[in-house]
C-alpha cells in the first residue's frame, strides 16, 4: 500500500502556495489603494494651494489701514471735495463742514481719549462675540452683503470696497480681518472703526458726527450719547436729524445691550437710560452751485466707484464744469423761467442777461419749467447743466422727458444712408399720412431740408415709412437714442454732438453706454490717479459726408419758416427743434462745431408751448457758451458735391424753374434729369384758357404753372396755388386764302397711314413753301415733312407718314415770299 506522506505533502504545499497568493494579492491591493490615496491628497493639497494663491492673488495690504487710519498729523481722510475743471471752486464737499476730520486715540494714557462707554457700545450694537472670535465670523459667508465683525466691516469699507460681492470676495474679507485682528490687536480695531464709521450725514468719524448732533467733542460724550452713535453707525439714515425719535429709541437699546453684556453696572444702567440726550439743530445748508451737474456726475462716478468709498473722503474730483458758463447759465434761465410763469425778474444779478430777448408776446404758461444742459462735442465733455428751473428757482432735477419730434432728424439720415438728399421732394398733402403737422396746415411739395428744418412731423411720417421703422431704430441706436422712450438731456446733446463733430462721438463708455462725461479726474489722498477721463475717446458713428448733409440742412436759416432771428447767435449753427403732439414738452436742440446746447421746456397742463420758447433760452446759452470762442463753420467734406436745383423739385433747373437753389448731394446721387414741376403754357389773356394755332398771337401770353398731380389737385386749389387750365381756346376757322391753303384733308378730318396733303402754294413774289407737323392744339415745336421751290395750285403739296403717332396734330403749310414775307395756314386733323 502506497504511503500517504506525499500526498498531505502536496496538499500542505498547494494550500500554502494559495494562501501566499491571496497575501500576495491583498498587500498589492493595499498598497495600490495607498498610492491612490496619497495622489489624492497630493492632488488635493495642490488644488488648495492653487486655489489659496488664487484667492490671495492681489491682496490688498493690511498695512493701508494704519497709513489711513493713523496719519502721522493726526488728521483722518479728509472729505471727499468736487471741483470745477479749473480746480478754482467747490462744487460740493462730503462733509457736514469745513471743519477738518480728527483721529482721536481710544487709550487712557492720551489726555485726549474716547470714553470707554463709546468703544462698548460699539461692540454692543455692532460686534457683540468681539473677543470671542478671531476677528471674523462664517456663519453668514453665503450672504455677502453681510459683515458681522468690526474687522470685517473695515476691510470692507477701506480694502475691498472696489470688488464685488462674492463667495470670492467673502472668503477674501474674512483672511484680511484675521490678519489685521491678529496684527494689530482688538484695541486697535475697535478705535480704527470708531474714527472711521459713517454717522450719516456724511459725518465719518466719531469726533465729525459728536459735533455734528450734540455740539461737543466725541472726547465729551456720555453713556446715552455713546449709545446712539453707536447704534447710528449700525444704520447711518436712522440719525437724531433724519429719524430723531428712532435714534433716541435704538439709543436706550443699546444701553440695554450694553447691560447684558456686562459692560454696565445696573446703577450705570439706570443713569444711562436716566440721561436725556439734546441734539443741537441742524447747520444751515449753503445753496449749492450747480447742483443738478454734481447729481449727474455722481450717477457716473457711481459706474466707477461705490458710493461709500466716494463719500468715506479721501478723493479730490476735477469735473468737466465750466464754472463761468454754469454760473450765466442758470441766471439767465431763473430769469427765462420767471418771465415765462409770468412772474418778477428775480433779484440776482445777471452779467449775460443781455442775450436773452424777450418771450413771444402774449406767452405766459404759471406752471411751466424748463432746463438745459451745455457741452464741448470736440471732446466729449459736460460744461454745464441747468436743473429744472420753476418758477425763477433751479431745482437739482434734471429728468428725461418725452422727446416728440426732437429726434427726427435720424429719420431723415435714414433715407439720406438709402438714396435720399436733402433736395429729395415729398407731398406734405393730405392723405400721405394720418400724422398732423403742429401748425394744422399742409405745405404742398418741398424739399426734406425744408420739412427737417421746420420741424413738420407729417413728411416725416411719409419718410419714416418709407425708410422702415426698423431701419430708423437701428441708426438712431448708433447714437444711443430711441423713439418713444423718454430723452434725457444728456443724451440730446451727445447724441446732436455726433454731427457737429462730423460723424464722430467723442466721449467715455459708461455702464455699456458711449456719452459726454462730467469727470475729468479723481485723485487719492496720496496723488494716486483712480481715473482718468481727460482724453476722451474716439468712435465714428456716421461718415463725414452724411454728417455734413444734416449740418447743411439744419443751419439753412433761408429754408426755416418766417427766417426768425431767434437762431441767429452770431456764428453758423444747426438747430433741430420738437415738440409733443400736446404742446406740453418742447425742445431746442442746437450746436455749432465747438458747442452743443440742449433746451426742453415742459408745462403739466398748459398745452400752448412750442420750439419758439425754448428757442429763447437755447439762443442765450448758446451765446454764453460760444463766447471768446472763434466762429467755425463746417467744411465740405469728401464725397459731397454742390449743385443748383430746381426748389421743390430737387431736379435740374430749365429756365422756367422760377426758384434755383444750392443743393448738397452725396456724390453719385445728383440728379440727372431736368425740372418737370414747372411748364410754361400758351394762355389766352382774355379767357384764360390755353392758346390753339387758332389764337390770335396779339392775345397769347406764356405763364409758368407748377404741375401738380390728381392726387394733390385738392390741396393746390384750397392753397390758392395756380392751377393750368385743362381746355383750349374756342377753334374758329382760319380765313380764307386761295394762294395758301390746304383742300385735304379738311379741318378736323381723322387720317391714318401715308397721307396726301394737297393744297395750294402759289400767289404773287412767290419763293418757296414748306409744309410742317405738330402735336396738340398749339404746338410748341414742330416738324417740317415737306417743301418746294416751285408754286402748287389744287396739287399735292407733301405726304406724311403717321405710322405710330395717334391724338390731335396740326398741320402748317407757309409760303415765303421774294421779301421773306410768311403766309401760312393751319389745319387740325386727327390721327387714329
Given at each position: 500500500m502506497p504511503s500517504t506522506l506525499p500526498i498531505l505533502r502536496a496538499r500542505r504545499e498547494r494550500r500554502l502556495a494559495k494562501q501566499h497568493a491571496s497575501d500576495s494579492r491583498k498587500r498589492s491591493l493595499f498598497v495600490s489603494a495607498g498610492m491612490i490615496i496619497s495622489l489624492l491628497i497630493a492632488a488635493l493639497i495642490i488644488v488648495a494651494a492653487f486655489a489659496y494663491v488664487n484667492l490671495t492673488r492681489d491682496l490688498p495690504s493690511p498695512q493701508i489701514l494704519p497709513n489711513l487710519l493713523n496719519p502721522p498729523n493726526g488728521l483722518l481722510l479728509q472729505p471727499t471735495k468736487i471741483y470745477d475743471r479749473t480746480r478754482q471752486h467747490i462744487l460740493f464737499t462730503f462733509a457736514p463742514d469745513d471743519s477738518p476730520r480728527r483721529y482721536i486715540p481710544l487709550s487712557d494714557t492720551n489726555p485726549q481719549h474716547l470714553p470707554k462707554s463709546l468703544a462698548d457700545a460699539i461692540v454692543a450694537t455692532s460686534d457683540p462675540n468681539f473677543y470671542d472670535h478671531a476677528g471674523y465670523d462664517l456663519a453668514t459667508i453665503t450672504n455677502y452683503e453681510l459683515h458681522n465683525t468690526l474687522a470685517q466691516k473695515l476691510v470692507s469699507d477701506l480694502l475691498l470696497f472696489n470688488e464685488p460681492p462674492s463667495l470670492r470676495r467673502a472668503l477674501r474679507e474674512r483672511i484680511l480681518a484675521a490678519q489685521i485682528t491678529s496684527q494689530f490687536g482688538r484695541a486697535q480695531i475697535v478705535e480704527w472703526y470708531l474714527n472711521s464709521a459713517h454717522f450719516g450725514r456724511y459725518a465719518f468719524g466719531v469726533e465729525s458726527a459728536a459735533q455734528l448732533y450734540f455740539g461737543k467733542s466725541a472726547t465729551q460724550l456720555t453713556t446715552a450719547e455713546s449709545a446712539i452713535l453707536a447704534a447710528v453707525s449700525d444704520s447711518p439714515s436712522l440719525n437724531p436729524y433724519d429719524a430723531p425719535q428712532t435714534a433716541l429709541e435704538r439709543g436706550r437699546e443699546t444701553i440695554q445691550k450694553m447691560s447684558a453684556l456686562g459692560f454696565l453696572s445696573d446703577e450705570a444702567t439706570a443713569n444711562a437710560l436716566g440721561e436725556s440726550p439734546r441734539f443741537q439743530p441742524p447747520p444751515l445748508s449753503d445753496v449749492q452751485p450747480a447742483a443738478a451737474f454734481v447729481n449727474l456726475l455722481l450717477a457716473q462716478l457711481d459706474s466707477q466707484f461705490p458710493r461709500a468709498r466716494i463719500e468715506r473722503g479721501g478723493l479730490t474730483i476735477i469735473s468737466t464744469l465750466d464754472f463761468n458758463v454754469q454760473t450765466q447759465s442758470s441766471c439767465v434761465a431763473a430769469f427765462y423761467a420767471a418771465r415765462l410763469a409770468g412772474l418778477p425778474d428775480p433779484s440776482i444779478q445777471c452779467d449775460s442777461l443781455r442775450f436773452l430777448s424777450a418771450l413771444p408776446p402774449s406767452i405766459t404758461i404759471p406752471d411751466s419749467s424748463a432746463s438745459a444742459i451745455v457741452t464741448d462735442p470736440t471732446t466729449?465733455?459736460?460744461l454745464a447743466v441747468v436743473g429744472e428751473t420753476f418758477e425763477g428757482r433751479e431745482t437739482p432735477l434734471v429728468g428725461a422727458h418725452r422727446p416728440g419730434s426732437a429726434l427726427d432728424a435720424f429719420i431723415y439720415l435714414t433715407g439720406f444712408t438709402r438714396g435720399l438728399s436733402p433736395a429729395s421732394l415729398v407731398w406734405d398733402i393730405p392723405g400721405k399720412t394720418d400724422v398732423p403737422n403742429f401748425d394744422g396746415a399742409y405745405h404742398g411739395p418741398i424739399r426734406l431740408r425744408t420739412a427737417l428744418v421746420n420741424d413738420y412731423p407729417a413728411p416725416a411720417a411719409q419718410v419714416l415709412?418709407?425708410?422702415?421703422?426698423e431701419n430708423v431704430d437701428n441708426i438712431m441706436s448708433s447714437f444711443g437714442v430711441a423713439r418713444n422712450v423718454d430723452l434725457s438731456l444728456l443724451n440730446a446733446a451727445s447724441a446732436y454732438g455726433v454731427f457737429a463733430e462730423q460723424g464722430v462721438h467723442f466721449g467715455q463708455s459708461i455702464n455699456d453706454e458711449f456719452t459726454s462725461v462730467t469727470i475729468l479726474?479723481?485723485?487719492?489722498?496720496?496723488?494716486?490717479?483712480?481715473?482718468?477721463?481727460?482724453?476722451?475717446?474716439?468712435?465714428?458713428?456716421?461718415?463725414?459726408?452724411?454728417?455734413?448733409?444734416?449740418?447743411?440742412?439744419?443751419?439753412?436759416?433761408?429754408?426755416?419758416?418766417?427766417?426768425?432771428?431767434?437762431?441767429?447767435?452770431?456764428r453758423p449753427s444747426a438747430v433741430k427743434l420738437g415738440q409733443t403732439e400736446d404742446a406740453l414738452d418742447a425742445w431746442t436742440i442746437g450746436y455749432s462745431p465747438t458747442r452743443v446746447v440742449a433746451v426742453w421746456a415742459g408745462s403739466r397742463e398748459s398745452s400752448n408751448l412750442s420750439p419758439r420758447i425754448s428757442s429763447v433760452l437755447w439762443n442765450a446759452l448758446m451765446q454764453i457758451a460760444s463766447q471768446n470762442l472763434p466762429a467755425e463753420d463746417w467744411s465740405l467734406p469728401a464725397g459731397v458735391s454742390v449743385i443748383n436745383v430746381c426748389d421743390p423739385s430737387g431736379m435740374l433747373p430749365t429756365t422756367d424753374c422760377p426758384n434755383v437753389v444750392n443743393e448738397v448731394f452725396l456724390q453719385g446721387n445728383e440728379p440727372v434729369q431736368a425740372d418737370n414741376m414747372y411748364r410754361k403754357y400758351a394762355i389766352n389773356r382774355e379767357t384764360g384758357l390755353l392758346a390753339t394755332v387758332f389764337t390770335l398771337p396779339q392775345l397769347?401770353?406764356?405763364?409758368?404753372?407748377?404741375?401738380?398731380?390728381?392726387?394733390?389737385?385738392?390741396?393746390?386749389?384750397?392753397?390758392?396755388v395756380a392751377i393750368p387750365p385743362s381746355t383750349y381756346d374756342v377753334i374758329q376757322a382760319p380765313p380764307t386764302n386761295p394762294d395758301v391753303s390746304i383742300t385735304f384733308p379738311?379741318?378736323?378730318?381723322?387720317?391714318?397711314?401715308?397721307?396726301?396733303?394737297?393744297?395750294?402754294?402759289?400767289?404773287?413774289?412767290?419763293?418757296?413753301?414748306?409744309?410742317?407737323?405738330?402735336?396738340?392744339?398749339?404746338?410748341?415745336?414742330?416738324?417740317?415733312?415737306?417743301?418746294?421751290?416751285?408754286p402748287v395750285t389744287n396739287g399735292l403739296l407733301a405726304e406724311w407718314n403717321t405710322e405710330g403717332l395717334s391724338g390731335l396734330y396740326a398741320m402748317q403749310?407757309?409760303?415765303?415770299?421774294?421779301?421773306?414775307r410768311v403766309d401760312s395756314v393751319v389745319v387740325q386733323v386727327t390721327v387714329r
Amino acid at each position: 500500500m502506497p504511503s500517504t506522506l506525499p500526498i498531505l505533502r502536496a496538499r500542505r504545499e498547494r494550500r500554502l502556495a494559495k494562501q501566499h497568493a491571496s497575501d500576495s494579492r491583498k498587500r498589492s491591493l493595499f498598497v495600490s489603494a495607498g498610492m491612490i490615496i496619497s495622489l489624492l491628497i497630493a492632488a488635493l493639497i495642490i488644488v488648495a494651494a492653487f486655489a489659496y494663491v488664487n484667492l490671495t492673488r492681489d491682496l490688498p495690504s493690511p498695512q493701508i489701514l494704519p497709513n489711513l487710519l493713523n496719519p502721522p498729523n493726526g488728521l483722518l481722510l479728509q472729505p471727499t471735495k468736487i471741483y470745477d475743471r479749473t480746480r478754482q471752486h467747490i462744487l460740493f464737499t462730503f462733509a457736514p463742514d469745513d471743519s477738518p476730520r480728527r483721529y482721536i486715540p481710544l487709550s487712557d494714557t492720551n489726555p485726549q481719549h474716547l470714553p470707554k462707554s463709546l468703544a462698548d457700545a460699539i461692540v454692543a450694537t455692532s460686534d457683540p462675540n468681539f473677543y470671542d472670535h478671531a476677528g471674523y465670523d462664517l456663519a453668514t459667508i453665503t450672504n455677502y452683503e453681510l459683515h458681522n465683525t468690526l474687522a470685517q466691516k473695515l476691510v470692507s469699507d477701506l480694502l475691498l470696497f472696489n470688488e464685488p460681492p462674492s463667495l470670492r470676495r467673502a472668503l477674501r474679507e474674512r483672511i484680511l480681518a484675521a490678519q489685521i485682528t491678529s496684527q494689530f490687536g482688538r484695541a486697535q480695531i475697535v478705535e480704527w472703526y470708531l474714527n472711521s464709521a459713517h454717522f450719516g450725514r456724511y459725518a465719518f468719524g466719531v469726533e465729525s458726527a459728536a459735533q455734528l448732533y450734540f455740539g461737543k467733542s466725541a472726547t465729551q460724550l456720555t453713556t446715552a450719547e455713546s449709545a446712539i452713535l453707536a447704534a447710528v453707525s449700525d444704520s447711518p439714515s436712522l440719525n437724531p436729524y433724519d429719524a430723531p425719535q428712532t435714534a433716541l429709541e435704538r439709543g436706550r437699546e443699546t444701553i440695554q445691550k450694553m447691560s447684558a453684556l456686562g459692560f454696565l453696572s445696573d446703577e450705570a444702567t439706570a443713569n444711562a437710560l436716566g440721561e436725556s440726550p439734546r441734539f443741537q439743530p441742524p447747520p444751515l445748508s449753503d445753496v449749492q452751485p450747480a447742483a443738478a451737474f454734481v447729481n449727474l456726475l455722481l450717477a457716473q462716478l457711481d459706474s466707477q466707484f461705490p458710493r461709500a468709498r466716494i463719500e468715506r473722503g479721501g478723493l479730490t474730483i476735477i469735473s468737466t464744469l465750466d464754472f463761468n458758463v454754469q454760473t450765466q447759465s442758470s441766471c439767465v434761465a431763473a430769469f427765462y423761467a420767471a418771465r415765462l410763469a409770468g412772474l418778477p425778474d428775480p433779484s440776482i444779478q445777471c452779467d449775460s442777461l443781455r442775450f436773452l430777448s424777450a418771450l413771444p408776446p402774449s406767452i405766459t404758461i404759471p406752471d411751466s419749467s424748463a432746463s438745459a444742459i451745455v457741452t464741448d462735442p470736440t471732446t466729449g465733455q459736460v460744461l454745464a447743466v441747468v436743473g429744472e428751473t420753476f418758477e425763477g428757482r433751479e431745482t437739482p432735477l434734471v429728468g428725461a422727458h418725452r422727446p416728440g419730434s426732437a429726434l427726427d432728424a435720424f429719420i431723415y439720415l435714414t433715407g439720406f444712408t438709402r438714396g435720399l438728399s436733402p433736395a429729395s421732394l415729398v407731398w406734405d398733402i393730405p392723405g400721405k399720412t394720418d400724422v398732423p403737422n403742429f401748425d394744422g396746415a399742409y405745405h404742398g411739395p418741398i424739399r426734406l431740408r425744408t420739412a427737417l428744418v421746420n420741424d413738420y412731423p407729417a413728411p416725416a411720417a411719409q419718410v419714416l415709412s418709407q425708410m422702415g421703422v426698423e431701419n430708423v431704430d437701428n441708426i438712431m441706436s448708433s447714437f444711443g437714442v430711441a423713439r418713444n422712450v423718454d430723452l434725457s438731456l444728456l443724451n440730446a446733446a451727445s447724441a446732436y454732438g455726433v454731427f457737429a463733430e462730423q460723424g464722430v462721438h467723442f466721449g467715455q463708455s459708461i455702464n455699456d453706454e458711449f456719452t459726454s462725461v462730467t469727470i475729468l479726474k479723481v485723485e487719492g489722498n496720496d496723488d494716486s490717479v483712480w481715473l482718468d477721463w481727460t482724453t476722451p475717446q474716439a468712435k465714428p458713428v456716421v461718415t463725414p459726408a452724411l454728417a455734413y448733409l444734416v449740418n447743411h440742412s439744419l443751419s439753412d436759416e433761408s429754408a426755416r419758416e418766417n427766417n426768425s432771428s431767434a437762431f441767429n447767435v452770431g456764428r453758423p449753427s444747426a438747430v433741430k427743434l420738437g415738440q409733443t403732439e400736446d404742446a406740453l414738452d418742447a425742445w431746442t436742440i442746437g450746436y455749432s462745431p465747438t458747442r452743443v446746447v440742449a433746451v426742453w421746456a415742459g408745462s403739466r397742463e398748459s398745452s400752448n408751448l412750442s420750439p419758439r420758447i425754448s428757442s429763447v433760452l437755447w439762443n442765450a446759452l448758446m451765446q454764453i457758451a460760444s463766447q471768446n470762442l472763434p466762429a467755425e463753420d463746417w467744411s465740405l467734406p469728401a464725397g459731397v458735391s454742390v449743385i443748383n436745383v430746381c426748389d421743390p423739385s430737387g431736379m435740374l433747373p430749365t429756365t422756367d424753374c422760377p426758384n434755383v437753389v444750392n443743393e448738397v448731394f452725396l456724390q453719385g446721387n445728383e440728379p440727372v434729369q431736368a425740372d418737370n414741376m414747372y411748364r410754361k403754357y400758351a394762355i389766352n389773356r382774355e379767357t384764360g384758357l390755353l392758346a390753339t394755332v387758332f389764337t390770335l398771337p396779339q392775345l397769347i401770353e406764356e405763364r409758368v404753372y407748377l404741375v401738380v398731380p390728381s392726387d394733390a389737385r385738392s390741396w393746390a386749389e384750397s392753397a390758392g396755388v395756380a392751377i393750368p387750365p385743362s381746355t383750349y381756346d374756342v377753334i374758329q376757322a382760319p380765313p380764307t386764302n386761295p394762294d395758301v391753303s390746304i383742300t385735304f384733308p379738311e379741318l378736323f378730318a381723322e387720317v391714318g397711314g401715308v397721307v396726301q396733303i394737297n393744297g395750294t402754294a402759289a400767289g404773287a413774289d412767290f419763293a418757296s413753301y414748306r409744309v410742317l407737323i405738330g402735336q396738340g392744339l398749339n404746338p410748341q415745336e414742330w416738324v417740317q415733312i415737306g417743301e418746294g421751290n416751285a408754286p402748287v395750285t389744287n396739287g399735292l403739296l407733301a405726304e406724311w407718314n403717321t405710322e405710330g403717332l395717334s391724338g390731335l396734330y396740326a398741320m402748317q403749310l407757309q409760303v415765303v415770299r421774294a421779301d421773306q414775307r410768311v403766309d401760312s395756314v393751319v389745319v387740325q386733323v386727327t390721327v387714329r
